[in-house]
Every structure is written in C-alpha cells, then in structure tokens.
C-alpha cells in the first residue's frame, strides 16, 4: 500500500524522499477497516491513469465503493481522520524540530557567547601581560644604567681605597726602613 500512497501523494521525485516515506508511513499504520478515503483516492489514481480526467474518477470511484457500503459522509469522516494523523505528525514533527534546534543550535550559540567571553578575558589578560612586559623592559633599561652607576661608584670607592692603602702601606714601609736603619 506504501507505494500506491506514494504515486498518490507524491508523484515524480520532486519532494523530499524521507518526508515523503514518514508521513505516507503514517497514513498507512492509521489505515481503517473496510473502504475509506486512501482505498477511494487509490481507486481514483487508478482511473486516472486509465485516462479518466479528475471529475469522472470520482464519481465512478465513487460508484464502486457504494456497492461496498461507502457514503459521502463515511468518504469525507474517514478523509477528516487521516488529515488529523496529518496534522499530528506535524506537531509532533516540529516538537522534534524545537528540541534538535534546542540541542544543536541554542548549545551552540551558549557555546559560542561562552568563547565569546573567554575571547575578552584573554584579551584582557594578554593586555595586563604587555602592560607587565612593557614595565619590566622599562626597569631592565634603567637597571642597565644603574648597574653602570652602582659599578662606577664601587670602582671609584676601590680605587679611592687602594690608593689610600698604598699610601698607608708606603708610609709603613718608609717608616719600617727609617727604623731598620735608625735603630
């Protein structure tokens, strides 16, 4: 029955294979007893394809199903319950859309604002890093000059040191040789 349903709903292959196949699925595990509007409207394609244009398959479709216990009302009822299988797999089609959008696209975009975030406070960090590097370079250039300054004074107090002990240590040795030699 699901490739009769297929001829009927969906001819040719212009429409959607999978939405085609779930919903004529549908139809056909809400088949009813006895001759109802899927049996009619296979009836009708049938005369269809014998060359019967539209008007004149319903009503010899029609006719058939009479003979089988099938009214207008019992046509139009059974086609009003099929429509609603119809309308239901609808809603319960864009429920499932709701929730994969919810699980795909809302997670991805809670995703996305959270690396979003993480990006600034980086950023902020990385800033605050250079800021520290920048300072730092400023103390290493200054420490260069320091150095020089601390060494120069050290060099300066040694020198200064060193030429008042030879002054001390030739005083000593002058008065040392004035001892040896008045003694």
Not at 25 to 54: I, P, R, T, V
Not at 126 to 150: F, G, P, T
Request: avoid cysteine; proline fraction near 1%.
């Amino acid at each position: 029955m699901n490739e009769s349903l297929k001829n009927i709903f969906a001819p040719g292959d212009q429409l959607d294979s999978k939405s085609v196949e779930f919903l004529i699925n549908a139809l056909a595990s809400n088949s009813q007893q006895g001759f109802d509007y899927l049996k009619f409207k296979a009836a009708m394609h049938q005369l269809q394809g014998l060359g019967m244009d539209e008007a004149t398959s319903v009503k010899n479709a029609f006719v058939t199903a009479s003979t089988v216990g099938l009214s207008k009302d019992k046509l139009i009822h059974s086609s009003e319950i099929y429509r609603k299988v119809l309308v239901q797999e609808r809603e319960q089609f864009d429920a499932a859309m709701r929730n994969q959008l919810e699980k795909r696209v809302a997670s991805k975009e809670d995703e996305t604002e959270y690396l979003k975030e993480k990006i600034i406070e980086y950023k902020q960090k990385i800033a605050e890093l250079e800021e520290n590097i920048r300072s730092y370079e400023q103390k290493v250039a200054n420490a260069d000059s320091e150095i020089d300054r601390e060494k120069e004074k050290i060099l300066s107090t040694q020198n200064k040191f060193e030429e008042v002990h030879s002054v001390f240590m030739e005083t000593m040795e002058k008065d040392l040789k004035l001892f040896k030699e008045i003694l």
